[in-house]
């Protein structure tokens, strides 16, 4: 168990094109099974791009990228979910023309077996009762907060071995942002592997156990949460001073 | 215009009007299911009905040379929409392959313009393969009328409104009800959220082409036995008049273009009772210029509010 042969991820000098831009320089992460990692940087320093190679949305032009030793970097992004990654997308972006139960069903997309998908279901509503109360009306008609849940409750329904936030504090209250960190913390605990993206370094440094610093395409730091928050440089530019 | 309040001629224009509504909203779901998904007109899509058309036009006529169709001249009927449905979809999802899967990128009037060179291309090789002649549908099953005291209406519009009702019934279940379905309806919504949840967006893309193009050769089919002759330029009014109705009800709206068709057929129907018929035409684009200067959204276009 401890002396694991290889990352669960392992992301290894990759090269994006975001168009012309050359969003990543030769990026290298790894994520080890059980851990929460977490991803700082500020704007357009690279984080959402890096986040959507993992996830197959973007190619990356150089490099490589494995899951358990499985290559992700030429696989469709619906094929790397159905390996079991997640991603909770920037924005969150949930159907909000369907109602929440279809919703759910859509990250149930790839699996078979109604009854495990309908127990998930219920899971999931014990963990967002207000999901439960709403679920037969149309996703767009949800407040801010409850739209990220359902975000991250799509995502939770592909029974996901990683789970990829972009986000997930973007625009909401801080009541509600504290209530979903501390579902994501449930869901780590759980037995799921995170990686986090967040603008909110001192929350993001809160739950996560270790953290990559993104700076202009390239990682600028990497070490354990405790250490990061306790940097200078960090500090100055992430923190507030 | 006494004649207005004659019950007699009114209901007959009525009946016509939903049976050649009923045409144009099985086609106009074709023009919407696509849009909805991939925000581009498919103007070939005339020219996919006409193929089914033809598709059945060839089944039944090999069938009434050998002499099945007498003995069994419904399960010929079956046997040509089949026939129409499989050339269509064929056809539907080929195009998509070719023609507009290597623009999906590219600006939006670079797929328009393929459609419209495929549809070009279609009406040209339909024409070569029949010589440009026009095509009779054979006469399988006689035109009966049902007489309701005054009333006398005809069999195939009976058949083809509850054909059309039926075709639409089993795709608003299949939109609303399977997985695949509403795996349709998240694509349309967001294509990049869709392939996170593990969805095949190509796939399903494929499959929306395939629904389209099926439901158009049902109508050709239709048209085929209802107006008996057909030949290659028979889709391009048809066509433009589905996509009216499409745009009437709200491009990409799958109920809308249901309603839009059945008002657009009604409109004609009832419209050339106050003017020539020859002004048929007129009625349909002038509502279609109405609706985008009043209602640009369409009778039943949604405004759907993205929370931030």
């Known amino acids: ?241 | 215009m006494e004649y207005l309040l004659n019950p007699e001629i009114l209901t007959a224009q009525i009946i016509n009007g939903l049976t050649i509504g009923g045409i144009y909203a099985l086609i106009a779901l074709g023009y919407t299911l696509v849009y909805g998904i991939l925000f581009m007109i498919n103007f070939a899509h005339g020219e996919i009905f006409m193929f089914g058309s033809f598709g059945g036009f060839a089944v039944l006529t090999l069938l009434s040379n050998n002499g099945f169709s007498t003995t069994h001249p419904t399960l010929s009927i079956l046997c040509a929409f089949a026939a129409a449905i499989l050339i269509s979809s064929a056809l539907g999802a080929i195009l998509e392959r070719v023609a507009y899967r290597p623009l999906r990128d590219a600006p939006r009037l670079s797929p328009l313009i393929s459609a419209i060179g495929v549809s070009i291309f279609l009406q040209n090789a339909m024409m070569l393969f029949t010589r440009g002649r026009m095509q009779v549908y054979p006469d399988i099953i006689p035109e009966n009328f049902i007489e309701i005291g005054w009333l006398s209406i005809s069999c195939f519009q009976i058949s083809i409104i509850l054909g059309c009702l039926l075709l639409m019934t089993g795709l608003y279940i299949f939109i609303y009800k399977t997985k695949t379905g509403k795996a349709m309806r998240a694509v349309a919504e967001n294509r990049e959220a869709a392939s996170l949840m593990g969805i095949d967006v190509n796939r399903i893309i494929t499959i929306t082409f395939i629904i389209g193009s099926a439901l158009a050769a049902a109508a050709g089919v239709m048209v085929g036995i209802y107006y008996t002759q057909i030949n290659h330029m028979m889709g391009f009014i048809p066509g433009i008049k589905a996509f009216t109705a499409a745009v009437l009800g709200g491009i990409g709206n799958v109920p809308g273009a249901m309603l839009g068709g059945f008002f657009l057929g009604l409109a004609e129907a009832l419209g050339v009772l106050v003017m020539p018929a020859q002004y048929k035409d007129l009625i349909a684009f002038g509502l279609l210029i109405l609706v985008l200067i009043i209602r640009p959204k369409g009778i039943m276009g949604e405004v759907v509010s993205e929370r931030v």
């Open chain 1, 1 to 241: 168990m401890i002396s694991q042969k290889q990352p669960f991820l392992d992301v290894q000098e990759i090269h994006t094109y975001y168009g012309k831009i050359h969003a990543l320089k030769g990026i290298s992460i790894t994520i080890n099974k059980g851990e929460m990692v977490t991803l700082i940087g500020s704007n357009g320093a690279g984080k959402t791009t890096l986040l959507n190679t993992i996830s197959g949305l973007l190619k990356p032009q150089k490099g490589q990228i494995k899951f358990e030793g499985t290559h992700l970097e030429h696989l469709p992004a619906h094929k790397i979910v159905s390996l079991g990654i997640a991603q909770v997308p920037e924005g969150r972006k949930i159907f909000s023309r369907l109602t929440i139960m279809e919703n759910l069903e859509m990250g149930a997309f790839i699996r078979k077996g109604r009854r495990a998908i309908a127990q998930d279901m219920e899971q999931i509503y014990d963990l967002f009762p207000r999901l439960k109360e709403r679920r037969k009306q149309v996703a767009g008609t949800l407040s801010g907060g409850e739209q990220q849940m359902l975000a991250i409750a799509r995502a939770l329904m592909t029974r996901p071995k990683l789970l990829i936030l972009d986000e997930p504090s973007m625009g909401l209250a801080p009541l509600l942002i504290e209530n979903i960190f501390l579902t994501i913390k449930k869901i780590n605990q759980e037995g799921a592997t995170i990686l986090l993206v967040e603008q909110n370094a001192l929350l993001a440094f809160n739950i996560a156990c270790r953290g990559y610093v993104l700076q202009s395409g390239k990682i600028a730091l990497e070490d354990n949460c405790d250490n990061l928050s306790q940097n200078k440089m960090i500090k100055e530019l992430y923190l507030g001073g």
